[in-house]
């Protein structure tokens, strides 16, 4: 079963533009991640941001999390062509839910560059 | 490259039948993780197994087993196959027990066809 959900589903855009995906959750967390998979090939992993952490960087992404709304989101700044791919988050439960230890994704979003 | 291993690339395969995934994990990482990607179901986790032991089970299959060898390796078997067990199907490796400190580091997959 699917702990996160992505929004949205798809999602395209023009090169240099910023591109933003949202994850909802349903249970308590750990902490949560974004991967992200390029088509037919493995996920990669991009960020981590843990329960008690509300934001964190890493180059031109900026992960958001708001653990009273049971969200987060992903932002990709002037985007490139070469960020074209699947971004999925996924979370570990905590007490009270999920599999310890093992990570559930949602179905991902989309996203398409533009050149 | 993520340094986890997965052979074969590609599997085609006719119904009823058996086929074993393989999967070599990253160097020093002693969990292991099984999971199925479909275009309906998403990014299913199927089993987690540490240093040989299975730890948790997700969405597999009682047609489904998998095991961890002493050397880490592990391999995933899928017996009477089905048309719907057509999927890519990833491994995934972490130095630690749970995905709470850290990433997951996925193979490029094994992706199966069943005729």
């Known amino acids: 079963s699917q702990q996160g959900e992505e929004d949205p589903q798809a999602l395209s855009i023009q090169e240099g533009e910023n591109a933003t995906m949202n994850c909802s959750y349903k249970?308590?967390?750990?902490?949560l991640q974004w991967y992200r998979q390029n088509s037919g090939r493995g996920l990669v992993h991009l960020i981590l941001i843990r329960s008690n952490e509300r934001e964190k960087h890493s180059g031109r992404l900026r992960v958001t999390l708001d653990t009273s709304k049971k969200s987060s989101s992903l932002l990709i700044t002037a985007s490139r062509a070469a960020d074209t791919a699947s971004y999925f988050c996924?979370?570990?439960?905590?007490?009270?839910?999920?599999?310890?230890?093992?990570?559930?994704f949602g179905k991902g979003t989309k996203l398409s560059v533009k050149p | 490259d993520s340094g986890v291993t997965q052979t074969p690339k590609h599997l085609i395969t006719a119904t009823g039948q058996r086929v074993t995934l393989r999967c070599s994990p990253r160097?020093?990482?002693?969990?292991v993780y099984w999971y199925q990607q479909s275009l309906d179901q998403g990014l299913q986790f199927l089993i987690h197994?540490?240093?040989?032991?299975?730890?948790a089970k997700g969405n597999i299959l009682e047609r489904f087993s998998a095991q961890q060898f002493p050397d880490l390796h592990s391999e995933l078997n899928l017996s009477s196959l089905e048309l719907g067990d057509s999927a890519l199907y990833f491994c995934?490796?972490?130095?630690?027990?749970?995905?709470?400190?850290?990433?997951?580091?996925f193979g490029e997959g094994s992706r199966l066809t069943v005729l």
């Open positions: 995934a490796s972490s130095v630690v027990l749970g995905g709470a400190s850290g990433e997951l580091f």
């Open positions: 160097s020093g990482d002693l969990s």
């Open positions: 197994y540490y240093n040989g032991e299975e730890r």
């Open positions: 996924a979370t570990e439960g905590g007490l009270g839910g999920g599999s310890q230890g093992n990570l559930i």
């Open positions: 249970t308590s967390i750990n902490n």
